[in-house]
């Protein structure tokens, strides 16, 4: 694990609560985390516990009601750009070609076409693209969009990339190859990242820390430390310390599931 000193990100204390004519919904609670550099740290949790807003405000496209964010150590005013965020519902845009969408950043940037491209050309070919740069994205299998889409997020080698269920619409072979790749990729460019997933042998399989998360309004229920050595292979998997984290992890998820239903805990089931 190629960790530096200091941290990359820091969440301290976050709540973040939506108010409408409907009313005010409160997504989170009380959220830290943070990942040194180099680090993958994974937030885990039920389906609508409120991840998704703590990336969102983390990427600056949502501001806390409560909270700070730093990033490289400092609380940034404007965090957008501070970060380089791979949305849930991530889509390359159908009517630029693969080239074009993975410069897209770096030309919004203000770098010229062409120089965006030499700098991500040398790239192309480890993202498993090298022919299919002037493909257009409905020629690519889902496995190479995802990669496409990631290539899009780290072009502009950002110290943090967000990455939110980046995986979640893949077959399970296509995701476990994707996995194993982003692993290695990942030590190679030495980009800190903080991954969303609702899948536990991903988040096992990716993470240095898991941050455990309850139902709506999130907490953090549990922070369990993944100490498997790197680089990781798909073997390990079969390996018993592998399966002994997937089993703690399971049970730490199944309880803060369960934690904030409250009083019907009378109705909760045997584990
Ligand atoms: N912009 C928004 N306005 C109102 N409610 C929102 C908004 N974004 C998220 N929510 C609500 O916050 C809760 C958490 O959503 P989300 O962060 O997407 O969950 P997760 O990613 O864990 O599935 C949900 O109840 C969702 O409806
Ligand atoms: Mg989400």
Redesign the pocket.
Not at 25 to 28: D, M, S, Y
Not at 45 to 53: A, R
């Given at each position: 694990m190629s960790t530096g000193t200091g941290t990359a990100l820091e969440v301290v204390g976050l709540a973040?609560s939506?108010?409408?004519d409907q009313g005010t919904?409160?997504?989170?609670r009380r959220v830290d985390m943070s990942a040194r550099p180099g680090e993958l740290v994974t937030?885990i949790?039920?389906?609508?516990?409120?991840?998704?807003?703590?990336?969102?405000v983390v990427a600056g496209l949502?501001q806390p009601s409560a909270g700070e964010v730093r990033i490289g150590g400092s609380v940034v005013a404007d965090r957008l750009g501070a970060s380089a965020y791979m949305p849930?519902r991530d889509a390359l845009l159908p009517w630029r070609r693969v080239i074009d969408n993975v410069t897209l950043p770096l030309v919004l940037a203000g770098s010229s076409p062409a120089a965006a491209r030499r700098q991500v050309e040398p790239l192309l070919r480890r993202f498993g693209l090298g022919d299919f740069a002037r493909a257009w994205p409905w020629q690519l299998s889902g496995g190479m969009r995802h990669r496409a889409a990631f290539l899009r997020t780290v072009a502009a080698e950002p110290g943090l990339a967000l990455l939110?269920?980046p995986f979640g619409a893949l077959d399970g072979i296509t995701r476990a190859d994707l996995q194993q790749w982003l692993s290695a990729v990942r030590a190679e460019l030495g980009t800190t990242v903080g991954l969303?997933t609702?899948d536990v042998a991903e988040a096992v399989f990716l993470s240095d820390v898991v941050v455990v998360?309850t139902a709506?309004?999130?907490e953090v229920a549990a922070v369990l430390e993944v100490d498997l050595p790197r680089p990781r292979e798909a073997e390990d998997r079969e390996r018993a310390s592998f399966g002994d984290l997937e089993r703690r992890l399971r049970h730490l998820l199944r309880e803060a599931s369960w934690a904030s239903v409250g009083p019907g805990a009378a109705e909760r089931p045997p584990d």
């Open positions: 973040k939506f108010t409408s919904v409160q997504a989170v937030l949790g039920p389906s609508g516990c409120g991840k998704s807003t703590v990336f969102n949502e849930q939110d269920e969303v609702h998360l709506r309004p999130a």
